[in-house]
């Protein structure tokens, strides 16, 4: 895992908050016990995605311009403020994003502040539209005033 503090100011320079799509509560999909159950790490203590080995390839989705998808659930703290992904300034033009149903990638979006629903973390559905069915893909993840940025390993092996 590449990890990188960044601050949220110079991210939200680039991305305006308010112009931001937000992913709304009802697209949760399912809840869970806890942000490290199959596999996944937990990112600023509110955030949890997919391990840092190296998961399969995308698949392809005969669609352009984003031939290829790399299906990821992403996990969120109840109760926790809102979460910022976007896409790593190298990786812009190569990846777009994607959670809770949404069906216009984006390079950015923000996940809602929900609470809790019976467990303390809550699952929306998901992944990466890459142009090519390889990569290692850069995420910046922003929490309040804290951000960092995890790679991806998708059929790659990645240094870092």
Same mark, same amino acid.
């Given at each position: 895992?590449?990890?990188?503090?960044?601050?949220?100011?110079?991210?939200?320079?680039?991305?305006?908050?308010?112009?931001?799509?937000?992913?709304?509560?009802?697209?949760?999909?399912?809840?869970?016990?806890?942000g490290?159950?199959?596999?996944?790490?937990?990112?600023?203590?509110?955030?949890?995605?997919?391990?840092?080995?190296?998961?399969?390839?995308?698949?392809?989705t005969?669609?352009?311009?984003?031939?290829?998808?790399?299906?990821? !659930? =992403?996990?969120? $703290?109840?109760?926790?403020?809102? /979460?910022?992904?976007?896409?790593?300034?190298?990786? %812009?033009?190569?990846? +777009?994003?994607?959670?809770?149903?949404?069906?216009?990638?984006?390079?950015?979006?923000?996940?809602?502040?929900?609470?809790s629903?019976?467990?303390?973390?809550?699952?929306?559905?998901? !992944? =990466?539209?890459? $142009?090519?069915?390889?990569?290692? /893909?850069?995420?910046?993840?922003?929490?309040?005033? %804290?951000?960092?940025? +995890?790679?991806?390993?998708?059929?790659?092996?990645?240094?870092?």
């Open positions: 895992m590449a990890a990188a503090t960044v601050p949220v100011s110079s991210i939200a320079a680039k991305q305006p908050s308010s112009r931001l799509p937000t992913v709304p509560c009802d697209r949760i999909i399912l809840v869970a016990s806890s490290t159950e199959g596999g996944y790490r937990v990112v600023l203590g509110t955030v949890s995605v997919p391990g840092a080995r190296n998961s399969p390839t995308a698949s392809p005969l669609s352009e311009p984003w031939p290829y998808f790399r299906k990821m !659930g =992403l996990v969120i $703290r109840a109760g926790s403020p809102s /979460v910022v992904i976007s896409v790593a300034e190298k990786w %812009r033009g190569r990846a +777009v994003i994607t959670w809770g149903g949404n069906q216009d990638p984006k390079t950015a979006l923000r996940i809602a502040s929900c609470p629903y019976g467990k303390p973390w809550n699952v929306y559905a998901g !992944g =990466l539209y890459l $142009r090519s069915p390889t990569g290692c /893909v850069d995420l910046v993840f922003s929490v309040g005033r %804290r951000s960092t940025t +995890v790679r991806f390993a998708i059929g790659a092996r990645c240094d870092g």
